[in-house]
Each structure stands twice: as structure tokens, then as C-alpha cells.
């Protein structure tokens, strides 16, 4: 009965987020207390803290919690990953994402768009380019494969940008030198001469 229970007001949850959090986090709770380790009600209860509180450490201990409780609940990954990014907890991310590849029944080119995002993030502009690519490789829908495109797009005109501002600092630092050996051997004369 309790399970039944409990089912309940997950799908309730469920059916009330993100329109109606008051419902939803009500419901979770009622969830919560019949399976202290429901792993989708831990997922949605870390989603309400993230997203809608912006309370980051709450919703990392509240995903720690649901994968925990089954590391085979798919969906889980991609949020996970994207608060780790956010938060710029990028060894931590990588460890997730590395390990999410191993998961059975995982969606590889959405872990593949979060590698991608993860390395944007990291300002590897080369690596994102590749892990993207393999995103777009590996989808099995032109939405998904439309939005990778957007992402792709993003990463090669801020790679652009880095490029640019990479050549500026090379131009400074040639004019610099220039500049110290132009006094440097003008200095040397002087003290010849002197």
C-alpha cells in the first residue's frame, strides 16, 4: 500500500513541476516519507533546489542522494552534470560525465552535448568543437541535432574571439620587446660614447 502510496505523489510531483512548485514540493515530500531513498523523488526535489531556489549545495546533496540510491537512472546524468558546470566544479563533472558513459541504456549524445558544454565552460574551444561534433554524430533527432548545431556555433565564434585576443597579446608582447631592444642598443651607444 505504501508504495502505492508513494507513487502517487511522485506522479503528482511530477504533474505539478515546474507550474506548481508549492504542490510539487508538497507532494514530494509526502513521497519522500514513505521511501527516504526514492531516487526520482530525490531527483526532482535536487531539480526544485537548483533551478527554482538557485540553492546549489541542497540539490548537489540531493542528486549524491539519488544516485546512491540507483546509479542506473538515466535521467539524472544531464542535470547533474549541468549544476556541476554551472558551478564550476569541473574535476567533479568529468568524473560524472566519465562515468555516465559506462551506464547502460544512457543517452550518449546527450553526455557527449554535456562534455561539449563542459569544455566550453573550461574555454577548451577544441575540445568542445570535437565533443559536439560526436554529440551531433551520435543523436537520433534533427531537434536535438538542430540545438547542437546552435551550441557548435557558439564554441567556433568564441573560439574565434580567443583566437584574436591570443594574436593582440602576441603583438603586444613583439612590440614590447622591439621597443627594449630599440633602448637597449640605444643605451649601449650612449655608454660607448661616454
Same mark, same amino acid.
Given at each position: 500500500m505504501g508504495n502505492i502510496l508513494q507513487n502517487i505523489h511522485l506522479f503528482r510531483a511530477i504533474q505539478a513541476y515546474p507550474w506548481e512548485l508549492e504542490k510539487a514540493v508538497e507532494a514530494l515530500h509526502y513521497a519522500l516519507s514513505y521511501?527516504?531513498?526514492?531516487?526520482?523523488?530525490?531527483?526532482?526535489?535536487?531539480?526544485?533546489?537548483?533551478?527554482?531556489?538557485?540553492?546549489?549545495?541542497?540539490?548537489?546533496?540531493?542528486?549524491?542522494?539519488?544516485?546512491?540510491?540507483?546509479?542506473?537512472?538515466?535521467?539524472?546524468?544531464?542535470?547533474?552534470?549541468?549544476?556541476?558546470?554551472?558551478?564550476?566544479?569541473?574535476?567533479?563533472?568529468?568524473?560524472?560525465?566519465?562515468?555516465?558513459?559506462?551506464?547502460?541504456?544512457?543517452?550518449?549524445?546527450?553526455?557527449?552535448?554535456? @562534455?561539449? @558544454?563542459?569544455?566550453?565552460?573550461?574555454?577548451?574551444?577544441?575540445? $568542445?568543437?570535437?565533443?559536439?561534433?560526436?554529440?551531433?554524430?551520435? $543523436?537520433?533527432n534533427d531537434d536535438f541535432i538542430c540545438f547542437v548545431d546552435g551550441v557548435l556555433s557558439r564554441v567556433k565564434k568564441k573560439r574565434k574571439v580567443q583566437a584574436n585576443a591570443n594574436r593582440v597579446l602576441e603583438n603586444q608582447a613583439k612590440k614590447e620587446a622591439e621597443t627594449e631592444t630599440k633602448n637597449s642598443w640605444f643605451q649601449n651607444r650612449l655608454n660607448n660614447l661616454l
Open positions: 521511501d527516504p531513498e526514492n531516487a526520482k523523488a530525490l531527483h526532482l526535489m535536487a531539480k526544485v533546489y537548483a533551478e527554482q531556489l538557485g540553492d546549489y549545495e541542497t540539490a548537489k546533496t540531493y542528486y549524491e542522494s539519488a544516485l546512491a540510491s540507483r546509479l542506473d537512472l538515466t535521467d539524472i546524468y544531464p542535470d547533474y552534470i549541468r549544476l556541476l558546470t554551472n558551478n564550476e566544479d569541473f574535476e567533479e563533472a568529468q568524473k560524472v560525465i566519465d562515468f555516465a558513459k559506462t551506464v547502460k541504456g544512457i543517452d550518449k549524445a546527450g553526455i557527449a552535448l554535456a @562534455q561539449g @558544454q563542459l569544455f566550453e565552460s573550461m574555454t577548451q574551444f577544441e575540445d $568542445a568543437e570535437r565533443a559536439l561534433k560526436e554529440a551531433k554524430q551520435l $543523436a537520433l
